[in-house]
């Protein structure tokens, strides 16, 4: 079993991204729960990690590829078995202005992942926005645009 | 063309209560757009009659069949073509305790409608909540329990 | 006792405008409760007519006496003794840039007061916001700037 | 200067309940900035050791002194200059009945803080809740009682 370092969490979010299930695995329970931070149509815990693939392609979405993020700093305690990582993340929602600096249209954050890892995989994740991020995220991620009309996606 | 009074008011819902598409569209354009309060995944503006009745379809499901609305007050303004009813609604979330007090699974606020009409229909419906009801009804309309999970409906 | 008319509701406002607390009371009870919408700082049931007074000061430093109503309609129902006033409110965060579109420093939303009136004078006020304005006017009302620094007002 | 480590992040955090300023001073800067997370009266971004203790003697007299938090983990990356430190956070509204589940009395989330630590003291603080914690939480900061009416504090 691997030991639980700083450089081990960077490599489970590389597993994630590259796409490559087996190597993900290497990372990520099969039934890893993952929450997602707010109450809307997409926030709560998801059960298993194919429900969490299927939220990151669903963000992938609504941003129209836009969304990123860059690390801040990572923690370990790899006695209690934790991690967290920090991040910036940006995203714009598919569709919208590329200038708009309106909530509804820019997601422009400080998040963390708080993840809790059992015999070198993650079992469980929390999302975590920063400030006031909940309150603006959740316009970012409703399902109206500024002008009260229903988004196309 | 008929006059807009309180009775007529009272008989739009009637009509939309009905089921009758026939009824319905004596007092509701075809192209009525219906404002929802808030930025929950059912929010906004829904365009037409017919996105308007796959709302209150949704909200059937949502609470199991329990919406219930007692009405408070109807008032018109037929120079402006302008009335406002207030509503008491209740709704329990389907599969939710009965006896249930969260406003996760509990909606106990009072709403009201604000409805412009144009040659004898409604052409725009705009839905509001009392008091702290926007911040509450949020819970509400959230996918995920009181407990984070996600929620099977 | 006067009857209740869309000109008794304009009346009502124009007297609480005034300043003038005699007149006001011709309108206004001095027991009158009224309801600021939302969970911010200012929210919830203010009791009495000097309660209420106070919170439109406090709007008014808030907002550095930007605040403007543009009256929509206004609506009534004599018998039962209600009305309602909508009307588009903005007012700039005192301080702000006055080209801003922040949420966090301008309020621009479409709102309404329901009134209940006995004996020709209104007991109670309940503010609305229509749309999702109670969610952006959190923003507003909040003690925060965008950036997350405490406002000095 | 002391070394970042777990046990230095627990030190902080019973120095800070001491009340003996000087035993703080040997973990927390006098400029500490410390982000409230939220948009609620007291929430953002306070200035100075002294403006957050304001800020702590404030949750103490809203709950009465109720509040409690239980550890849960402790992580640092003592290279990059950063700790988190995870805990269970209860508190009941001080005059709230004891057995209220009611989000505007009860406080019970999990929640954690972001430091930056320099030169072996704490230089920022960020808190941050966890889940639907921010929702909830805004109604137990709120100014309001469930039924409406505005709280005696």
């Known amino acids: 079993m691997s030991e639980l370092t700083v450089e081990r969490v960077r490599e489970a979010f590389g597993a994630l991204a590259s796409g490559d299930r087996r190597a993900m695995l290497e990372y990520w329970d099969e039934d890893v729960t993952f929450e997602i931070p707010g109450n809307h149509a997409h926030a709560g815990r998801h059960e298993g990690l194919d429900s ?10 609504l941003s129209g590829g836009t969304y990123t993020a860059e690390n801040v700093t990572i923690m370990v ?5 934790y991690s967290v ?7 714009l929602r598919a569709g919208a202005p590329s200038d708009s600096t309106s909530p509804y249209d820019l997601l422009d954050v400080t998040a963390l992942h708080f993840l809790r890892w059992r015999d070198g995989r993650i079992v469980e994740g929390r999302g975590v926005i920063l400030g006031d991020g909940g309150s603006t995220s959740a316009l970012w991620w409703s399902p109206i645009n500024q002008d009260g009309s229903r988004r196309g996606i």
Request: charged share 25%; hydrophobic share 35%.
């Open 77 to 81: 305690n790899a006695e209690d078995g």
């Open 85 to 91: 990582d920090v991040n910036t993340n940006r995203a």
């Open 52 to 61: 969490f693939l299927g939220f990151l392609k669903t963000v992938g979405e």
